[in-house]
């Protein structure tokens, strides 16, 4: 008998993971059980190349009472007091949005969301980071129109709030836009559901829409090559982009929810990425291990779909429930009164084989373990960047500053209406932040603040990366990225509990990417022991890169915090005439990075800013303390472009002007412009000034007072002013003018 | 005893809670309704809220309309019982018939999601005696086919019978003929409405309190009917 050579490589393996699944099988595969390694063994799924330095999260995390699921469940869950435990993820769904923006994005939505209520949780919010190419490239607007009508339409139709994100332009993107999800949801701690599929004879029931010929090969192929690294060009790839049908899916989840509430499964898995095989082997290989399945009474939208196209189908809005027998007939009506199909496709077995059979025949028969638990785990050789150096030592200290308050106010002005700093309003009008009735601030405030009870206990959540920092220094860059999102939810007045991470690099097989990788990964597991905010999931997005090029490294980290009363939340907006503005932190001339030299030189160099973890912490006690003690009236992190951004902002969302003091001797380039880490600007009101000042003098925080909230101009006194109105039209005008 | 207002659940509806606890918050007492279920339940006053009914894939309100509650709601409008629809809930009713015109593609082929300036018109209805006529109010406005569309003879006789129970102040955010944002019946008793009061019943969760009068209008109304 010949031996036909199988078609591995076209599937994503390599010579030795094809020999290892030889191995394991003592047997050459069928054309399934091929399909299924390809899948439970691409970068994607198996985090083949990430594996190795992620355990720094494990390792590093801090032990902590509140976290009740972390790392390798579908979300990280952790308890927020009053019986409640909240779970939260961002995931990537970078590729996918490059070959079809508007179902790429919108899945990547759903695909979120499902993981949300796999965890038995309903899902009340969604935040989005989106990264894109310059704002004026060709091409850029298509990507953003399809990418935020995408997210729109799903979000949405799925009736949830979109609290808040971040929208960046830089060329590097261009090529390979960055569409990464957060979604949150709320259980009951009791509540909390694993995917494990146990108790023999229990029935393995798919629910949702029927399975079709889409998505196949998203993860095998799409996710985890580069696109110049595919045969064809990007466009016949849209066959392996997922289509959204949100309507199934808001049907989906009232339908979960009330399966969970009346205690109607004892484990749940959603279908995303790699559809039934990696539900099938992950429930089977956390369970018990033993499963069966008749995949031929998988509803199809295709009759003639073949066994391995049904297995690798990444068709959206399914989930996989495991259902005592007894339950079976409650659970199939109460699935029919919401309209979602649900079908029993098979039952947990004893043993530790997982069973597939298609008509009758065998056409899987694998020890699910295998495929969930043993894919390859590489130690991919690691090189520091060689152009590190000269980027480094290339600081902005060269380039020309504004030299009187003329050109102060003039790049004020021009930094304030630049596709990065612009008011995002064009982005964030096309989502519904209203639905549901609990969001308490959204966007463009610095953290989405929801209300979770009626006793008025809620959260926060800010999402925050900067790939230009992590590009000069990654471990700096990706401990920044934390220190911005804790110190946002600060901002409002909650304390950071966890975090949630998307890593998005490029090629790991290019050594310099790879050291990119391990090293912001050590940078932020280091920060997350030093805020007490652990890791809880996450996800890694490789092969971000066009040809040899890749993206500025971005990790985009997400966190959770607690506010006791969200009715003492603290907005941004100077609204209160009269009060009393106070700079917290301390400012170095800092600009390495910075958007005042990208934006006005297009220069990239030097070091990006300092990070102190002590300071951080110490800021966020203030401000949080402020908060609960209601000293505050308005709070703003100090960030991208500095404290004059941050005034911008405040004076323009709170229709009021303010009127700033140079500190004695201070540079006022610097003072406005540097991004100096650790920082805030609050407005205080006149009753409470000397309260709150001693506050931070008593814990040795740096405090001054830099002016006041009065009349309708942002005057720096001694160098310029700008009216309201011309701050307003600067900021507003762009991404309209833009995008249209 | 506070009055009852029902609010339906179609497959889909997104509002129905917000609406729910905004009747609350009003003093009424509120009851779910179920789209399969044909019986009221006995309710005062019945609100459909906002959302995608069946992902309004085919027209707006095409699907949710042959819902077997909506024959009890329809009997319900037509005997004077007070029906409001809110965004999704609008479009319904004009799927319905309850009241004219439809509601197409915002002007700017964008969902938009605003805080939005009305002025109220009509405050004789069952849902906006609270206000005074010519009243000035902030409420969500939040929809991707909010555009009122209906022939001009239809307009005309909207404005002359006094129908027009909200405008759009400031910029017209979707392309609306002659600015409506909320119409009623000739009897008064049945009002669409594309913005969400239900939106703005907290200062802590919306705009405002703009929104709360039309909950509290039909409290006041059921009383008056029983």
């Known amino acids: 008998m010949t031996t036909i050579e199988q078609p591995y490589a076209e599937l994503g393996l390599k010579d030795d993971e094809y020999a290892r699944i030889l191995d394991i099988l003592g047997r050459r595969p069928t054309d399934e059980e091929l399909a299924m390694f390809s899948i439970m063994w691409s970068e994607h799924c198996s ?203 808001k049907v989906l989840i009232e339908c979960c929810l009330e399966l969970y509430e009346r205690g109607l499964v004892t484990g749940i898995q959603d279908l995303g990425g790699a559809g039934l095989t990696c539900a099938t082997s992950e429930t089977a290989a956390k369970g018990s291990g033993g499963m069966r399945v008749e995949l031929d009474r998988v509803p199809l939208r295709e009759p003639s779909m073949t066994a391995a196209e049904v297995l690798a189908s990444e068709s959206q809005e399914r989930m996989l429930a495991i259902v005592r027998p007894e339950h079976l007939d409650e659970v199939l009506a109460t699935c029919r009164r919401w309209g979602a199909l649900a079908t029993p496709i098979g039952e947990v077995t004893s043993g530790d084989r997982l069973v597939v059979t298609w008509h009758g025949d065998v056409v899987v028969d694998v020890p699910p373990k295998a495929l969930a638990d043993d894919g390859p785990v590489y130690e991919r050789p690691m090189e520091r960047p060689r152009d590190l150096d000269a980027l480094q030592a290339d600081t902005p200290d060269r380039l020309p500053r504004p030299a009187n308050g003329a050109e102060l106010r003039a790049t004020l002005l021009r930094l304030a209406a630049s596709p990065n700093l612009a008011s995002k309003r064009w982005v964030t009008d096309q989502y519904d932040r209203y ?111 066009t040809g040899d090029v890749a993206i500025n490294p971005t990790p985009v980290v997400g966190i959770l915090g607690v506010i006791d009363d969200v009715a003492r939340r603290t907005p941004m907006a100077f609204t209160d005439e009269g009060d009393t503005l106070l700079l917290l932190g301390t400012t170095r001339d800092e600009l390495g990075g910075s958007e005042w030299a990208w934006s006005e030189h297009r220069h990239l160099g030097g070091l990006p800013p300092a990070v102190d973890f002590a300071a951080e912490k110490a800021l966020g006690e203030i401000l949080v303390a402020g908060s609960r003690d209601g000293m505050l009236s308005a709070a703003h992190d100090l960030a991208d472009g500095g404290l004059a951004q941050a005034l911008v902002e405040s004076c323009v969302r709170g229709g009021r002007g303010a009127r700033v003091v140079l500190p004695e001797g201070a540079d006022p380039f610097g003072w406005l412009f540097s991004e100096s880490a650790g920082r805030a600007v609050v407005a205080v009101p006149r009753s409470e000034e000397l309260r709150f000042t001693e506050m931070c003098a008593a814990r040795g925080f740096p405090c001054a007072r830099i002016g006041v909230v009065v009349g309708d101009e942002l005057e720096v006194q001694g160098q310029f002013s700008v009216p309201l109105g011309e701050l307003r039209s600067a900021w507003d005008a762009t991404l309209p003018s833009l995008f249209g | 005893m506070p009055a009852r207002v029902g609010v339906v659940t179609f497959p889909g509806s997104l509002d129905d809670r917000d609406a729910l606890r905004a009747v609350e918050l009003a003093g009424g007492e509120p009851v779910s309704l179920w789209h399969a279920d044909p019986s009221l339940q006995g309710v005062d006053a019945v609100i459909l ?171 006041e109304h059921a009383g008056l009917r029983s």
Request: hydrophobic share 40%.
């Open chain 1, 47 to 249: 985090y083949k190349s990430s594996k190795v330095h992620l355990r720094r999260f494990g390792d590093a995390a801090v032990e902590n009472a509140r976290v009740l699921a972390g790392i390798g469940e579908n979300a990280g869950v952790v308890e927020v007091g009053d019986g409640l435990a909240v779970t939260f993820k961002v995931e990537s769904h970078n590729h996918p949005s490059f070959v079809e923006p508007y179902q790429g994005a919108a899945t990547g939505v759903g695909g979120i969301v499902r993981d949300i209520l796999a965890m038995g949780a309903r899902p009340v919010a969604v935040m989005d980071s989106l990264r894109f190419g310059d704002a004026t490239a060709p091409g850029t607007k298509r990507l953003v129109d399809g990418v935020v009508a995408g997210i729109s339409f799903y979000g949405n139709c799925l009736g949830l709030p979109n609290v808040g994100g971040e929208v960046v332009f830089d060329p590097t993107y261009a090529g390979n836009p960055l569409v990464n999800a957060l979604c949150l949801g709320v259980l009951p701690v009791e509540r909390l559901h694993l995917a494990a599929a146990s108790g023999e004879g229990n029935v393995v029931v798919l629910i949702g829409a029927k399975t079709g010929r889409d998505g196949i090969g998203g993860v095998s192929v799409l996710a985890s090559a580069t696109f110049a690294a595919l045969e064809e060009g990007s466009e016949s790839r849209r066959p392996a982009v997922q289509v959204g049908d949100p309507f199934t899916e």
């Open chain 1, 435 to 545: 639905v549901q009735g609990n969001t308490v601030l959204a966007a463009p405030e610095d953290a989405g603040v929801l209300r979770l009870t009626e006793s008025g206990s809620g959260v926060a959540l800010a999402l925050d990366g900067n790939g230009r920092y992590t590009r000069l220094d990654p471990y700096r860059g990706a401990q920044l990225a934390l220190a911005e999102a804790c110190r946002n939810v600060a901002a409002v007045g909650a304390v950071p509990i966890a975090a949630t991470d998307c890593l998005n690099f490029g090629s790991p097989e290019d050594p310099q990417v790879m050291w990119q990788f391990a090293e912001a990964v050590r940078g932020l597991a280091d920060g997350c022991v030093e805020m007490g905010t652990p890791v809880i999931g996450g996800n890694v997005s490789f092969y971000n890169q």
């Open chain 2, 49 to 219: 809220p906002g959302g995608f009914s069946y992902g309004d894939y085919l027209r707006c309100g095409a699907i949710a309309r042959f819902s077997p509650v909506m024959e009890a709601v329809i009997e319900h409008a037509r005997s004077g019982g007070p029906v409001l629809g809110i965004c999704n809930g609008f479009q319904v009713l004009c799927e319905s018939h309850l009241l004219p015109g439809a509601l197409l593609r915002n002007g700017g082929r964008r969902f938009t999601c605003l805080d939005q300036r009305l002025r109220v018109e009509n405050a004789k209805t069952a849902w906006t005696t609270a206000y005074t006529e010519g009243a000035e109010v902030t409420i969500v406005l939040k929809n991707g086919e909010g555009r009122f569309y209906a022939d001009e003879r239809t307009l005309d006789a909207l404005e002359a019978e006094g129908r027009v129970v909200a405008r759009y102040l400031d910029a017209n955010p979707n392309g609306s003929l002659r600015d409506i944002a909320g119409i009623t019946n000739e009897g008064g008793n049945v009002v669409g409405l594309m913005p969400h009061p239900e939106h703005a019943v907290e200062t802590l969760t919306g705009p405002g309190t703009d929104g709360l009068g039309f909950f509290t209008s039909v409290l």
